[in-house]
């Protein structure tokens, strides 16, 4: 079976997140379509996407970490987070600056090496201090008028999964993890990178109030 890949990247957009080795992601509105659901109990819902999913986890095997940074905090994207496998989150922050030096403090990392995805005005500081910055089409325009890349999927549909191919491309990663899918090999082999990011931050904290 042709293993030649059919997706392709801008030259330039690859060249900007060649140094990436963290990927910062909102939820409300990045990783979910951003409608907030409530249950006759009061329980938050949320609609993931499963292509974002699988992104992610490919992510995590080649070397790059995805950190959800979110003002929210609720027992469904707890949920998620652990489907995932991600190592590292920050939920209930109302303040997202502080939490994300912080975890690059830890991590021995620079706003150079960080991508991020956010939709509206509490990311607006992260973006512009990371290295690559994107947002899905239907974000705030002071948000759109900012970030590196607009990507073409929306939110909660592939919106992230956009990115995450983006950075595998980048990686070199990319084409080697679809033969391996063609070859109905495990899409997400054993962490390999030479340079894994290591070190790990608190679980998850308490929900803070936050106007997200």
């Given at each position: 079976?042709?293993?030649?890949?059919?997706?392709?990247?801008?030259?330039?957009?690859?060249?900007?997140?060649?140094?990436?080795?963290?990927?910062?992601?909102?939820?409300?509105?990045?990783?979910?379509?951003?409608?907030?659901?409530?249950?006759?109990?009061?329980?938050?819902?949320?609609?993931?996407?499963?292509?974002?999913?699988?992104?992610?986890?490919?992510?995590?095997?080649?070397?790059?970490?995805?950190?959800?940074?979110?003002?929210?905090?609720?027992?469904?994207?707890?949920?998620?987070?652990?489907?995932?496998?991600?190592?590292?989150?920050?939920?209930?922050?109302?303040?997202?600056?502080?939490?994300?030096?912080?975890?690059?403090?830890?991590?021995?990392?620079?706003?150079?090496?960080?991508?991020?995805?956010?939709?509206d005005w509490p990311d607006l500081a992260l973006i512009a201090r990371a290295g690559f910055s994107a947002a899905p089409p239907q974000s705030h325009p002071e948000v759109l008028a900012r970030v590196r890349h607009i990507t073409q999927a929306p939110a909660g549909l592939g919106a992230v999964r956009e990115i995450c191919d983006l950075l595998l491309t980048?990686?070199?990663?990319?084409?080697?993890?679809?033969?391996?899918?063609?070859?109905?090999?495990?899409?997400?082999?054993?962490?390999?990178?030479?340079?894994?990011?290591?070190?790990?931050?608190?679980?998850?904290?308490?929900?803070?109030?936050?106007?997200?």
């Amino acid at each position: 079976m042709d293993a030649t890949p059919r997706l392709a990247f801008d030259p330039e957009l690859i060249l900007a997140v060649l140094d990436t080795r963290l990927l910062l992601l909102d939820v409300d509105g990045v990783l979910t379509p951003g409608d907030l659901l409530y249950g006759a109990q009061g329980e938050e819902l949320k609609r993931f996407s499963t292509l974002d999913g699988h992104g992610l986890k490919l992510l995590m095997s080649a070397g790059v970490e995805p950190v959800i940074i979110s003002g929210r905090d609720s027992p469904a994207l707890r949920a998620r987070i652990a489907e995932l496998g991600l190592r590292h989150s920050v939920l209930g922050s109302g303040a997202k600056l502080p939490a994300a030096q912080s975890l690059l403090d830890q991590l021995q990392l620079s706003w150079s090496q960080v991508a991020i995805i956010g939709d509206d005005w509490p990311d607006l500081a992260l973006i512009a201090r990371a290295g690559f910055s994107a947002a899905p089409p239907q974000s705030h325009p002071e948000v759109l008028a900012r970030v590196r890349h607009i990507t073409q999927a929306p939110a909660g549909l592939g919106a992230v999964r956009e990115i995450c191919d983006l950075l595998l491309t980048a990686r070199g990663a990319y084409a080697a993890l679809l033969q391996d899918a063609l070859d109905g090999q495990p899409h997400t082999p054993p962490r390999q990178s030479p340079d894994p990011i290591t070190g790990t931050l608190a679980e998850p904290g308490a929900v803070q109030s936050s106007s997200r």
